[in-house]
Every structure is written in structure tokens, then in C-alpha cells.
């Protein structure tokens, strides 16, 4: 019995870190040689874009913010931007009122029923007037073009909802290197979904849909996850644009990383499973198995990680799979070694990424229990 529960657990982590990569892969290099090459698809007129930026106490970053909007290489008379401020407490609405003094294009919107992050979102789409809604974060950075470049994903009709790059800063700490590389991997897994058209995700930091798509959002669920599942099931795409870069930084403090892990866990989670049609194979064929492998299956990661260590030991202690029980072993002692490195301050060297990995999962696990104990998460 140890060995099939071992082999189920190692099957199921393996087809998820590294099987459903290579399908993908290899599901992309198939369909190229069927697809034909064409021009694309321009667009006769700049769309008028509403950019909605949701913030509370965001003092030190929203004056950049607002001059990276002003700054984007778009017709000033079709562009709109939309600051709603979520019962801030500090100078935000202030600066925000400044900006809106010099350019009539900014307005702020300012509510005090504290609605969290979705809530306030879904005020401000109610004053939007934009055909296109660009949704982005306080603390993200632009470049002059990055609205006019995600704005001609539009030129094609079967295309809903745009998303960027999102490139992060690099402190020198073992978290910020460990999920470097997890973000790597995150970013080609969204890009080949984006390749064959099924990709369900965006990046929170900056994306664009068309406005008559919108449907309001629960308070409880992130608009990241849940924007592209009700664009999907709608029937459009939801693409991944290489051209668009933005910046953001990451949480380089254990604390930090650990918090923005659980969060986002338990808010996709729920955000997924209250669009149970995306899910239905027969509907969404490869859409939910993309969801399935790309999403809840690395969310329950954790559960197989220690499903996989127990059966092991269980063997190990009749003497079999004792290589196998050494190495998982070593695993965690490696990241328990990056774990009091980076308590330090000290750089973690290669213990930082089997220390980030065991970081996620934690994360990844207590998302879960916080789902399972209908926890609601309405926090930027």
C-alpha cells in the first residue's frame, strides 16, 4: 500500500512542477506547424481607456504612479483616470486632488465604507466611461508605451483581457532570489497558456479587458484570478503580452513573502471554485486542465509533499526507498539551513530556493486551511 500512495504522490508532483511544463511545450510546438501566419490585427481607432487605480495609504507611491499615467504615449482625450481611495487615512486623496488640479483627466473617487480593494473597484467602474478598463496597482511602475502597446491586443475581436509582465526588483535576500526563480517559472507556464489560448490568469499589476465584459467583483476574490475566468467563460481570450513589461517590487522580508503567499492562495482558490463552469471539461476542455494543473493542483502541493515523506519513511524504516528518504531529508534540511540564513540577513547561496519552495507551500497550506475555515480576504 506505502508504494502506490508513494508513487501517486511523486506522479502527481512531478506531472505538476514538470510534466504539465513540457505538455504544454510540446502542445505549442504541435500547433505551430498547423498555424498559418498572417499580419496582425490593427486597430482603426484608439478605444478609449479608463485606468482604475484602487489604493488606501498609498502617500509614498501614488505621486509616481500618477505621473507614470500622465506620462503614457495615448491621446489625452481618450484617456480617463480613475483614483479610488478606500477610507485612506493619510495624504493619498490630497496628492491625488494636486494631480487632478493639473490634468482634468484624473479624478478621484473617495469612499469611506472601507469596501476592500474589489469593492472600490467596482465603484469606480460604475463612473468609468472608458471601452476599455486598464486595472493597475499604486506601487507599479510604467513605461511610456505600455498602455498604447496592451491596448492593440484588442484589434482582434476574440481577445477579452490583455496582461503584463511583470518584472520584479531583486533584493539581495534568499526570498527574493528563491522566488525569482518561482516567478520564472510562473511567467513561461502564463506564455504558453497564452500561445494555445487558454490561459485563465493575469498579473494584478497591470491588465486590460473590454469593458462590457465586466461583471462586479466579490469582495473576497482577487480581480487577478477572477476578471480572466469570467472573460474565459464569456467565451474570449485572455492573453499574456511579452511586450508589455511592468515593475513591481517583492516582499524580500520572510513575514512578507509568507503573508502574500497565504493571501493570494486563499483568494484564488475561492475565486476558482466560485466559477465552477470554467471547470467542466466539456465545455472548457483544455481551459480546465490548465486550471487544474497550472492552479489546484500546485495549491495542494503541500498536501503531496507530506503524503510523499510519510509513505517514504514508512518504507524506509523496513529498508526500502532509503535513497529516496535521504534525499527529501536533505531537502528540507537545505531549506531549513536557507531559513536561519535568512533569519540573519545573510545570504542563503543555494539553500535560498529549496527555502522559498518550503516558504510557498506553507503559504500554499495555510491558504487553504483559512478556505476550508471560510476565512474572507479583502486586503490589498
Not at 228 to 256: E, N
Not at 291 to 315: G, Q
Amino acid at each position: 500500500m506505502e508504494h502506490l500512495v508513494l508513487a501517486i504522490a511523486f506522479l502527481l508532483l512531478a506531472y505538476t512542477w514538470a510534466g504539465y511544463p513540457v505538455l504544454l511545450w510540446a502542445l505549442r510546438k504541435f500547433a505551430s506547424l498547423f498555424r498559418q501566419e498572417s499580419a496582425p490585427a490593427t486597430l482603426q481607432t484608439n478605444p478609449k481607456v479608463s485606468i482604475i487605480v484602487a489604493v488606501r495609504n498609498e502617500e509614498g507611491t501614488i505621486g509616481a504612479k500618477l505621473a507614470d499615467c500622465i506620462n503614457l504615449d495615448y491621446p489625452a482625450d481618450r484617456l480617463e483616470i480613475l483614483v479610488v481611495s478606500d477610507n485612506s487615512a493619510d495624504k493619498t486623496e490630497e496628492i491625488v486632488e494636486e494631480f487632478a488640479k493639473c490634468d482634468a483627466r484624473v479624478r478621484l473617487l473617495a469612499d469611506r465604507r472601507k469596501l476592500g480593494k474589489s469593492g472600490v473597484q467596482n465603484l469606480a467602474v460604475e463612473h468609468a466611461s472608458g471601452d476599455i478598463l486598464c486595472f493597475t496597482d499604486a506601487d507599479t511602475r510604467t513605461c511610456p508605451d505600455t498602455l498604447k502597446v496592451i491596448v492593440e491586443n484588442f484589434a482582434d475581436p476574440a481577445v477579452g483581457l490583455a496582461t503584463a509582465n511583470v518584472h520584479f526588483g531583486q533584493p539581495d535576500s534568499a526570498v527574493a532570489e528563491g522566488q525569482g526563480a518561482y516567478w520564472r517559472f510562473e511567467l513561461l507556464l502564463r506564455e504558453l497558456e497564452s500561445d494555445l489560448g487558454i490561459l485563465a490568469t493575469s498579473s494584478g499589476q497591470l491588465l486590460a479587458m473590454r469593458r462590457e465584459l465586466f461583471r462586479p467583483l466579490p469582495v473576497m476574490y482577487g480581480d487577478d484570478c477572477v476578471l480572466p475566468l469570467d472573460v474565459r467563460l464569456q467565451g474570449y481570450r485572455v492573453v499574456q503580452d511579452a511586450r508589455v513589461v511592468v515593475y513591481d517590487t517583492m516582499p524580500s522580508s520572510i513575514k512578507g513573502e509568507f503573508r502574500a503567499r497565504v493571501r493570494m492562495t486563499a483568494r484564488n482558490w475561492t475565486g476558482t471554485l466560485a466559477r465552477p463552469a470554467i471547470l467542466n471539461p466539456f465545455r472548457f476542455p483544455l481551459t480546465s486542465w490548465g486550471l487544474i494543473s497550472h492552479k489546484l493542483l500546485r495549491w495542494l502541493t503541500p498536501f503531496f509533499l507530506a503524503v510523499l515523506l510519510v509513505s517514504n519513511i514508512l518504507l524506509a524504516v523496513r529498508g526500502e526507498w532509503m535513497a529516496a528518504c535521504l534525499f527529501q531529508v536533505a531537502f528540507y534540511i537545505a531549506a531549513c539551513i536557507g531559513w536561519l540564513r535568512a533569519r540573519k540577513g545573510a545570504s542563503a547561496w543555494i539553500f535560498g530556493y529549496p527555502f522559498a519552495f518550503c516558504l510557498a507551500n506553507v503559504g500554499f497550506f495555510l491558504g487553504m486551511v483559512k478556505v476550508l475555515r471560510g476565512q474572507k480576504i479583502v486586503s490589498y
